[in-house]
């Protein structure tokens, strides 16, 4: 299921005009987060691509469509096979341990367990996400620097 | 969460006391742990910045084992900055303007005097913590674009050593008082006590954009809670946070 760019807006105006502080939206393949008074609102995939990643001001909740998360990159689009690695908390996800290092895994990177994967940043705290299982990195699930949400896919590991 | 001393190990020069407490706590060690060292070579800050480390200055980490849930880690931020305040504190002469800035930065008027890195780990099952603190005590390094201080400005300069001994003291404190969570509201308001005054002019630079206001509190949760205008401050979980200028807000763009 998808949503169009109007829908989206029809939804927000409608909890804009509502008393709510917090709405879930789960749709089938979708789910939408507001808060009010929030600096997030997100969208989780999948997405029409025409509102894949967009700024969308609403007044007077100031709340903004920032992480619409689609597969960053994958070497199968069947991410039910292997083992999945899942966000632990809200925060930033960050691929690298630094702007100007190389992403800790890519596409085929093999891992052990323990090795990192990715970081996690949430009010300055930054927790190193490893790999659970060894295997081969198979399907990245989300952009640098985007927000996840708690129990978001990060990663699928094809397991040796 | 465990009230036993942690024990302080040091070293003359190290590559970062961060680094050698992962190492540790791949070899096993669960805490509390304290490591000093007198110098660090690859010390870090937020985000892989370099975080200068020269003799005079404080350059420790502390590794501990909490039994919390993962989402109430966040607040060891807030629990770090205190026990940073609390140990610099009383080596400032009366008047010093020590002030804490969103979540864990140890600012003397407009300049930072401590910073502080949290991060954690699973190792073996284990959820890790290690949380970095740098104090400029006799050396201000320098920070592109930051401005920096240091404690012997402003009165009696303790050694790294003696720093330490009240940093630890003072993180056992409040990590009691933390409770794995369950005490964040007496931290928070510790915290409200020792933070600049709301309506401090603030810009926060997030990933995704950039927004000035002023401070208008915390969240239960410890998100930053910035006043733009709107009819609800927004709050911010993540982001680097500065103190703006005191132009008014129309000035500045201007």
Known sequence: ?160 | MSSVPARIVEFETIDSTNTEAHRRAVAGERGPLWIRSDRQEQGRGRSGRAWSSPPGNLSATHLFTPTCERTVLHQLSFVAGLAAYDAIAPHLGSGAPLQLKWPNDVLIGPAKVGGILVESANYDGAIVVIIGMGINIAVTPDIEGRAVTQIDLYGAAPTPNELIQVLARNMRSWLEIWNDGHGFAAIRTAWLERAHAPGQRLTVNTNQRYLEGTFAGLAENGALLLATGEKAPIKIEHGDVSLASTLPLSEKRA
């Open chain 1, 1 to 160: 299921m998808t949503l169009t760019f109007k829908e989206v807006s029809e939804i927000m105006k409608i909890i804009d005009a509502s008393d709510c502080e917090e709405v879930l939206l789960e749709l089938e393949g979708i789910k939408l987060v507001v808060r009010r008074g929030s600096s997030e609102t997100t969208l989780a995939a999948p997405l029409p691509a025409s509102i894949a990643s967009p700024q969308i001001a609403v007044p007077p909740t100031t709340a903004q469509v920032q992480s619409a998360q689609q597969p960053v990159s994958t070497a199968s689009n069947d991410v039910t096979t292997g083992t999945q690695i899942r966000a632990p908390m809200v925060g930033s996800f960050y691929r690298r341990p630094s702007p100007d290092q190389p992403s800790f895994v890519e596409i085929g990177t093999h891992v052990n367990v323990g090795d990192p994967l990715c970081l996690i940043e949430v009010m300055k705290l930054y927790t190193t996400i490893t790999a659970t299982i060894a295997g081969t990195i198979k399907h990245l699930a989300v952009e640098d620097t985007q927000l996840v949400e708690f129990d978001q896919l990060l990663f699928v590991i094809e397991p040796d």
